[in-house]
T-cell receptor
Framework: ELKVEQNPLFLSMQEGKNYTIYCNYS?????LYWYRQDPGKSLESLFV?????AVKQEGRLMASLDTKARLSTLHITAAVHDLSATYFC????????????FGQGTRLTINP | GAVVSQHPSWVICKSGTSVKIECRSL??????MFWYRQFPKQSLMLMAT?????????EQGVEKDKFLINHASLTLSTLTVTSAHPEDSSFYIC???????????FGDGTRLSIL
């Protein structure tokens, strides 16, 4: 059974700082997704990582995937308040069928 | 703009009521849609996979007679929570994907409160 674990679960940081959220998963998969959720809202897609070594960047966020280590990272550079949200990684448990298993989520709070 | 529409966004009803939630893909055909449930401050849990023209596939522990899913067309899936009770109160979210190598698009969610 595929398990997906995020670390940390809660993160409070100051604007301008850098930090990394980690996503570990237990069985082989080469499809991993990052989503953002604002309070009371649904999920917004951030990144799709489809192969080992994939790296995607959008603004202050950068995601990477190491399928051999079964690890994905979401790196935040020079954080700003608008990035405060809950971030989820999700792994496709059935290659291409998009049966997603979600991590617990990382609640990120960025303080001015 | 939104590519998956979910309706209603908020439902408050009495215990014992059945509630229907609709999920529509707006500009693409979706042979597969997904239904998730999210309790406060928790992650998303997949409830079932909705398959157009065939029976839904339910995850372990999800009662198929309690959560009826109908996927009658390529753009519409419905989830009916039958005889809802307070423990069914949750945030229900549907999703669909256009291509298998693209992310799922999520509806805005339905907040269900059973009194």
């Amino acid at each position: 059974e595929l398990k997906v674990e995020q670390n940390p679960l809660f993160l409070s940081m100051q604007e301008g700082k850098n930090y990394t959220i980690y996503c570990n998963y237990s069985t082989t998969s080469d499809r991993l997704y990052w989503y953002r959720q604002d309070p009371g809202k649904s999920l917004e897609s951030l990144f799709v990582l489809l192969s080992n070594g994939a790296v995607k960047q959008e603004g202050r966020l950068m995601a990477s995937l190491d399928t051999k280590a079964r690890l994905s990272t979401l790196h935040i550079t020079a954080a700003v308040h608008d990035l405060s949200a809950t971030y989820f990684c999700a792994v496709d448990s059935r290659q291409g069928a998009q049966k997603l298993v979600f991590g617990q989520g990382t609640r990120l709070t960025i303080n001015p | 703009g939104a590519v998956v529409s979910q309706h209603p966004s908020w439902v408050i009803c009495k215990s014992g009521t059945s509630v229907k939630i609709e999920c529509r893909s707006l500009d693409f055909q979706a042979t597969t849609m997904f239904w998730y449930r999210q309790f406060p401050k928790q992650s998303l849990m997949l409830m079932a996979t909705s398959n157009e023209g065939s029976k839904a596939t339910y995850e372990q522990g999800v009662e198929k007679d309690k959560f009826l899913i109908n996927h009658a067309s390529l753009t519409l899936s419905t989830l009916t929570v039958t005889s809802a009770h307070p423990e069914d109160s949750s945030f229900y979210i549907c999703s669909a994907f256009r291509y298998s190598n693209q992310p799922q698009h999520f509806g805005d969610g339905t907040r269900l409160s059973i009194l």
